[in-house]
């Protein structure tokens, strides 16, 4: 956190800004998430001072704005915690355990109906919503007969595309206008198809082959043979996403200027296999996926200066999030061949209930409300995005609505105490559903080991780290002495472990971990900050 502190510190002129409240405060911002795929705590070098690259444009974003260090995902794999982000809500509210991550035409979706999500409830405010990118959350597909399918390579074959479409539970079922999103990874796991506003134009009709595809020195991996359209394009696919994104603001801007939007460009950035398009290819130091990282680094730089171009980047809130941690393979490679650390000097990686898994990037930029150069402590989780946006647009969030939100808008405001936290306590889960708590700098882990990857084998072994109390059931660990959690005090702190244990079982039983009343600040009483005309630029 040193390094952190002594980098922000090298890097940030916070700006003295005037604050003034007038009638133009009560304008509703626009907003943009930009949500990563498998980006770690230290692949960006504003997190991660020795990182084997540059991220200058997510740099100058946090400087612009605010970073968050102790920012989680709700799961230590990507469709519980999509499920997360769209719902403010943990995958067993949904599974009543864990969620897997659907490939082929697996589904139905997490986001049941009846579950206000977070595009609904910003129609709701007037918003026109898009989604564009990775969705992951499941979808319902039908074969000849009518009968849903289940997931799996095999059953894609056996989709019926007229009687499937419009999709029942694609994202314009699910709170947004407008849509283009593929139902799994992009690059990884088939179904390989391209969903407008639920309809597939092309459907999957011909087998995918990795050969087909460049290698780039031995980065392909964990790109499945599955059944793809004519024509889909791996090699570019957050080009596209990026581009589908713009469209819709700029046609939005055009046909609805009296509408606030709010935009989600779901990246398959950094997940596996590593595929930069080719204009980003060994442009940096950090080989391959480097160049990968880069390339998300560039497209936010686009999107924020063409925001700033069509005149409303100033009361625009982008927030940035990543799904979980770094991929093994590729905290591997990164490590030996780069010196780079994925997980940020956390310990564990993608699946782990260690930090690596799920401890990563949260950064917020609103040039008329969020003071510039901020950085919190507070510990927060991507599902408390729901009840901040809320917040920011005044809308009263219903008891059983985002039931593991908590608002975190008075922090990206400044006017949060510092020595005040937000949440009591935090929920995530690994790979398996298991449950990690944190209740200030302690974390009580449900389980024995990672919770997701197994260090026993391949290369995994030499990232392991000895037992202390084999004798447990579980771990316990206190961030703020051993952030490497090295040292299990479950038998040395055995009250705190029963508290902690006592406090998971009632959060898990009661149906909620965030408070039953949240009370939104609202657009009318957010301070509007005078504009900074000489912001940094990278």
């Given at each position: 956190?040193?390094?952190?502190?002594?980098?922000?510190?090298?890097?940030?002129?916070?700006?003295?800004?005037?604050?003034?409240?007038?009638?133009?405060?009560?304008?509703?911002?626009?907003?943009?998430?930009?949500?990563?795929?498998?980006?770690?705590?230290?692949?960006?070098?504003?997190?991660?001072?020795?990182?084997?690259?540059?991220?200058?444009?997510?740099?100058?974003?946090?400087?612009?704005?605010?970073?968050?260090?102790?920012?989680?995902?709700?799961?230590?794999?990507?469709?519980?915690?999509?499920?997360?982000?769209?719902?403010?809500?943990?995958?067993?509210?949904?599974?009543?355990?864990?969620?897997?991550?659907?490939?082929?035409?697996?589904?139905?979706?997490?986001?049941?109906?009846?579950?206000?999500?977070?595009?609904?409830?910003?129609?709701?405010?007037?918003?026109?919503?898009?989604?564009?990118?990775?969705?992951?959350?499941?979808?319902?597909?039908?074969?000849?007969?009518?009968?849903?399918?289940?997931?799996?390579?095999?059953?894609?074959?056996?989709?019926?595309?007229?009687?499937?479409?419009?999709?029942?539970?694609?994202?314009?079922?699910?709170?947004?206008?407008?849509?283009?999103?593929?139902?799994?990874?992009?690059?990884?796991?088939?179904?390989?198809?391209?969903?407008?506003?639920?309809?597939?134009?092309?459907?999957?009709?011909?087998?995918?082959?990795?050969?087909?595809?460049?290698?780039?020195?031995?980065?392909?991996?964990?790109?499945?043979?599955?059944?793809?359209?004519?024509?889909?394009?791996?090699?570019?696919?957050?080009?596209?996403?990026?581009?589908?994104?713009?469209?819709?603001?700029?046609?939005?801007?055009?046909?609805?200027?009296?509408?606030?939007?709010?935009?989600?460009?779901?990246?398959?950035?950094?997940?596996?296999?590593?595929?930069?398009?080719?204009?980003?290819?060994?442009?940096?130091?950090?080989?391959?996926?480097?160049?990968?990282?880069?390339?998300?680094?560039?497209?936010?730089?686009?999107?924020?200066?063409?925001?700033?171009?069509?005149?409303?980047?100033?009361?625009?809130?982008?927030?940035?999030?990543s799904d979980n941690g770094a991929e093994t393979v590729h905290y591997h490679r990164m490590r030996q061949e780069y010196k780079h650390d994925a997980s940020g000097g956390w310990r564990g990686m993608k699946r782990d209930g260690w930090e690596g898994g799920h401890?990563?990037?949260?950064?917020?930029?609103?040039?008329?409300?969020?003071?510039?150069?901020?950085?919190?402590?507070?510990?927060?989780?991507?599902?408390?995005?729901?009840?901040?946006?809320?917040?920011?647009?005044?809308?009263?969030?219903?008891?059983?609505?985002?039931?593991?939100?908590?608002?975190?808008?008075?922090?990206?405001?400044?006017?949060?105490?510092?020595?005040?936290?937000?949440?009591?306590?935090?929920?995530?889960?690994?790979?398996?559903?298991?449950?990690?708590?944190?209740?200030?700098?302690?974390?009580?882990?449900?389980?024995?080991?990672?919770?997701?990857?197994?260090?026993?084998?391949?290369?995994?072994?030499?990232?392991?780290?000895?037992?202390?109390?084999?004798?447990?059931?579980?771990?316990?660990?206190?961030?703020?002495?051993?952030?490497?959690?090295?040292?299990?005090?479950?038998?040395?702190?055995?009250?705190?472990?029963?508290?902690?244990?006592?406090?998971?079982?009632?959060?898990?039983?009661?149906?909620?971990?965030?408070?039953?009343?949240?009370?939104?600040?609202?657009?009318?009483?957010?301070?509007?900050?005078?504009?900074?005309?000489?912001?940094?630029?990278?």
């Amino acid at each position: 956190m040193a390094k952190i502190i002594h980098f922000i510190a090298q890097g940030i002129l916070v700006v003295s800004l005037l604050i003034t409240v007038c009638c133009s405060g009560a304008e509703l911002p626009n907003i943009v998430i930009v949500y990563t795929d498998d980006l770690g705590f230290g692949d960006l070098s504003i997190y991660n001072p020795k990182a084997a690259y540059k991220t200058p444009r997510i740099d100058t974003m946090a400087r612009e704005g605010i970073l968050f260090t102790d920012a989680h995902s709700p799961s230590t794999i990507c469709s519980p915690s999509r499920y997360g982000l769209f719902s403010g809500q943990q995958i067993y509210r949904s599974t009543g355990r864990g969620g897997g991550a659907f490939e082929g035409p697996g589904g139905p979706s997490y986001l049941k109906p009846g579950t206000l999500t977070l595009g609904a409830m910003l129609q709701a405010k007037g918003y026109r919503t898009g989604v564009f990118g990775k969705w992951h959350v499941g979808l319902t597909w039908v074969d000849d007969n009518g009968k849903r399918l289940g997931g799996g390579f095999a059953n894609s074959k056996l989709i019926n595309y007229e009687k499937s479409t419009p999709l029942i539970d694609g994202p314009n079922n699910r709170g947004f206008d407008e849509s283009f999103i593929t139902p799994n990874c992009p690059n990884t796991d088939p179904l390989y198809v391209y969903i407008e506003n639920g309809m597939v134009k092309v459907p999957a009709t011909v087998q995918h082959k990795s050969s087909n595809l460049p290698n780039l020195d031995g980065w392909l991996w964990d790109n499945d043979e599955g059944f793809m359209s004519v024509g889909y394009d791996f090699e570019n696919a957050d080009k596209i996403f990026y581009g589908k994104t713009m469209d819709f603001i700029t046609q939005h801007l055009d046909r609805h200027p009296d509408k606030p939007f709010f935009a989600v460009l779901s990246t398959q950035i950094a997940h596996a296999p590593v595929l930069p398009a080719e204009e980003f290819r060994g442009k940096t130091t950090g080989g391959p996926r480097g160049d990968f990282v880069w390339e998300l680094d560039v497209l936010v730089g686009r999107l924020i200066d063409r925001l700033d171009a069509l005149g409303v980047g100033d009361n625009t809130l982008i927030l940035f999030n990543s799904d979980n941690g770094a991929e093994t393979v590729h905290y591997h490679r990164m490590r030996q061949e780069y010196k780079h650390d994925a997980s940020g000097g956390w310990r564990g990686m993608k699946r782990d209930g260690w930090e690596g898994g799920h401890h990563v990037p949260f950064i917020a930029r609103w040039p008329r409300a969020i003071p510039a150069g901020q950085m919190s402590s507070q510990m927060t989780n991507t599902t408390d995005i729901f009840a901040t946006l809320a917040s920011v647009v005044g809308y009263e969030l219903k008891e059983a609505d985002a039931t593991d939100s908590f608002d975190m808008l008075p922090v990206m405001l400044g006017i949060q105490p510092k020595d005040k936290p937000v949440r009591p306590h935090l929920l995530t889960q690994s790979f398996r559903g298991e449950f990690q708590i944190r209740q200030g700098p302690w974390k009580y882990l449900d389980h024995m080991g990672s919770g997701g990857n197994n260090y026993t084998q391949g290369f995994m072994p030499q990232y392991g780290l000895p037992e202390t109390a084999p004798e447990a059931t579980g771990q316990l660990f206190h961030l703020g002495r051993d952030p490497g959690e090295t040292t299990n005090l479950f038998f040395k702190e055995s009250e705190k472990r029963k508290e902690l244990q006592q406090l998971l079982s009632l959060l898990k039983s009661s149906g909620r971990s965030a408070p039953r009343v949240r009370n939104p600040i609202g657009i009318e009483n957010i301070p509007v900050l005078t504009p900074n005309k000489t912001r940094p630029r990278s």
